[in-house]
């Protein structure tokens, strides 16, 4: 009786695991070496692709067989053993050194020329196949991105909803993302650091456990969480449908913070005021000290330029104290606000027309670009540089889209912030050092030394509030309403331009 390998292999993990096609292969190759008379003496078994040379069973088999250990090999089927033309030379090339190969599914005789000529043209067949599955999945892959799907696992903040379907947020994660994404941008943290900070607070990666420093690098690089998605192999960019996490100006800050065009260092105190006072003699920011008890705000460049914190917070309560809001006003405000939306709508549906336009103009830019590229008259390095900055821009234009529905409630944010102006001495009084600090940085735009005494300016509105108390104290205005209509028209307007400096 001969002694024979036996060799059989399935291409997925998953077709291994349900074992049904193994067990097929396993009971066809014992009945033909029932009938052949042939002792099986090992199995070699594969979960591996044919496609492509590297499989480690297969190799230990070819070595083996190569050292003449036993007298052949049976194999179900010819696609079993090779899919790809180099792994059938060498399968040829046992044969041809006397080694016994075997296909229990077809009935070749592989020691005659028809019987070799047969299998080689059903070699050439399965290899063809496969080039042609691979071409199709290429193809479904592409056109699932170009149609803004993103076909592989959903990266962490998001979560998978089957074939053909955006990724969606996360509800526990998406939250967590924005917030590292929005800590690294201060770029006040190392990447250690925010390993550290986001784990606190319950950032984990799929497998339940730390986001590791390289995952997080990586998640921080990922332009998937701003609404385009990026093939790392080719490094080919597509447009997503999926719900971007953070937007392109958050995300560009974040690269210049990893690229260290900002630097990224570690705060070792946490003062009120810190970064906040510029000298007025070098336009140095000054340092906060502890001494005796109390903080010290210094300009080490200008020994004279000092002062106590507590100074530098009367002064604040004092114009706090100006811009109060009285219950009458914030009433007699509140009836002009609904006249004002209107024609504030007016004007936002006029610049929501020429995004619009710009945005057709980019997808004209894009549609061009690709008939470019195809025709040859584009080289694909400049075509993908050109592409991510459509792309972005793309992006950009739609977040400014998206941002005109934050714009419309403008008025009656200004309106709120009336409601928050009317005791709003009262509200720093009661903060906590980072309330206190967030309060400052809403209200002022400049904080300048001179000494031992601090200059206050203050950002719009409240710099305007400011104004209309100056104004309204004259007497020159005895229209109070009217007065105020064109000075709520210029917060408005002020105020508008400011939110969007903020966003984009």
Request: hydrophobic share 35%; net charge positive; glycine share 6%.
């Amino acid at each position: 009786m001969k002694k024979f390998y036996a060799y059989i292999r399935v291409s997925t993990v998953r077709q291994g695991e349900h074992g049904i096609s193994l067990q097929e292969q396993r009971s066809a190759i014992e009945v033909y070496a029932q009938r052949h008379d042939i002792l099986i003496v090992e199995w070699f078994e594969e979960r591996e692709t044919a496609a492509k040379r590297g499989r480690p069973m297969f190799t230990k088999m070819m070595r083996q067989l190569r050292r003449r250990k036993v007298s052949g090999v049976v194999i179900h089927k010819i696609d079993r053993g090779a899919r790809n033309l180099k792994d059938w030379s060498d399968i040829g090339e046992l044969i041809d050194s006397g080694v016994e190969v075997c296909f229990a599914h077809e009935s070749l005789d592989m020691q005659t020329r028809g019987g070799r000529l047969t299998a080689d043209i059903q070699a050439v067949i399965a290899a063809d196949y496969i080039r042609n599955l691979r071409d199709e999945v290429r193809k479904g892959y592409y056109g699932r991105l170009k149609q803004g799907f993103y076909p592989l696992a959903a990266p962490v903040g998001y979560l998978d909803r089957g074939k053909a379907k955006a990724k969606t947020h996360d509800p526990v994660k998406a939250p967590l993302v924005l917030q590292a994404f929005e800590l690294y941008a201060t770029g006040t943290l190392s990447l250690k650091a925010l390993r550290s900070e986001m784990f606190a607070r319950g950032l984990r990666n799929k497998r339940n456990g730390a986001v590791t420093i390289e995952g997080l690098s990586g998640m921080l690089r990922n332009p998937f969480y701003m609404g385009v998605i990026r093939i790392k192999k080719t490094n080919e960019f597509f447009q997503g449908v999926h719900k971007p996490i953070v937007s392109r100006a958050l995300f560009d800050r974040v690269q210049d913070v990893l690229d260290g065009r900002l630097s990224a260092r570690t705060q070792r105190h946490d003062f009120t005021f810190k970064r906040l006072i510029r000298c007025s003699g070098c336009e140095h920011v000054l340092s906060g000290e502890r001494q005796k008890g109390h903080v010290y705000y210094r300009c080490h460049n200008c020994p004279g330029t000092s002062m106590r914190e507590t100074h530098l917070s009367d002064q604040l309560l004092e114009i706090f104290d100006q811009i109060a809001f009285l219950e009458d006003e914030v009433r007699d405000f509140g009836d002009l606000v609904e006249d004002i939306r209107n024609q504030w709508s007016d004007g936002l549906r006029q610049r929501e027309d020429q995004m619009r336009l710009q945005l057709g103009t980019i997808e004209e830019r894009l549609a061009k670009l690709t008939d470019a590229f195809l025709d040859g008259l584009v080289d694909p390095e400049m075509f993908q540089e050109r592409k991510v900055q459509l792309l972005k821009d793309r992006v950009e234009l739609r977040e400014r889209l998206a941002s005109a529905a934050e714009e419309q409630a403008i008025p009656d944010r200004v309106l709120k912030f009336f409601e928050l102006a009317k005791r709003p001495k009262l509200g720093y009084e009661v903060a906590n050092p980072l309330e206190k600090r967030d309060l400052v940085k809403t209200a002022t735009s400049n904080l300048i030394a001179y000494g031992k005494n601090v200059e206050i300016a203050l950002q719009s509105p409240y710099r305007e509030v400011l104004e209309w108390r100056k104004t309204e104290g004259c007497g020159h205005h005895p229209d109070r309403l009217r007065t105020f209509r064109k000075w709520f028209d210029r917060v408005l307007e002020d105020s508008c331009r400011e939110y969007q400096d903020k966003v984009h």
